[in-house]
């Protein structure tokens, strides 16, 4: 197998800055119309670091502001795919392990973080 790469990745942006959904296309030269990246599109020769699993405490329920919920241990996952930045909420190491829809308080600091999916928001300051 030759390790010729003629090929680069590249992945449409919009306006905000956001990735633009199903935008992945490989080309030798980047597309003249559109705001378009580079990204790493071959994973077997340029290696990433590997996922992250950080243990965090916090509590969930349904005002954690005031303190009606339950303490707990979850993990934050953080990754690269395709050059990008992906951060999740996990009831454990396990990344097919969302955490559940809602609000959580961040114990060590008080911050209050919404929860979508295992997708995380936002974070900010409880009020």
Same mark, same amino acid.
């Given at each position: ?17 956001? &990735? ?78 969302? &955490? ?21 928001? &936002? ?5």
């Amino acid at each position: 197998m030759s390790n010729k790469r003629p090929l680069k990745s590249y992945i449409r942006y919009d306006g905000s800055g956001r &990735a633009v959904s199903s935008s992945l296309i490989w080309r030798k030269n980047k597309p003249k119309v559109g705001n378009w990246k580079e990204v790493q599109g071959y994973e077997c020769c340029n290696p990433e670091p590997g996922p992250t699993f950080t243990p965090i405490e916090l509590c969930y329920g349904p005002d954690p502001c005031v303190g009606n919920c339950t303490v707990g241990t979850y993990y934050i996952y953080q990754t690269v795919i395709f050059g990008i930045p992906v951060v999740y909420l996990l009831n454990s190491e396990d990344p097919l392990d969302p &955490a559940p829809t809602g609000n959580y308080r961040i114990e060590s600091n008080g911050k209050l973080m919404k929860v979508y999916n295992g997708g995380i928001w &936002a974070v900010t300051d409880c009020v």
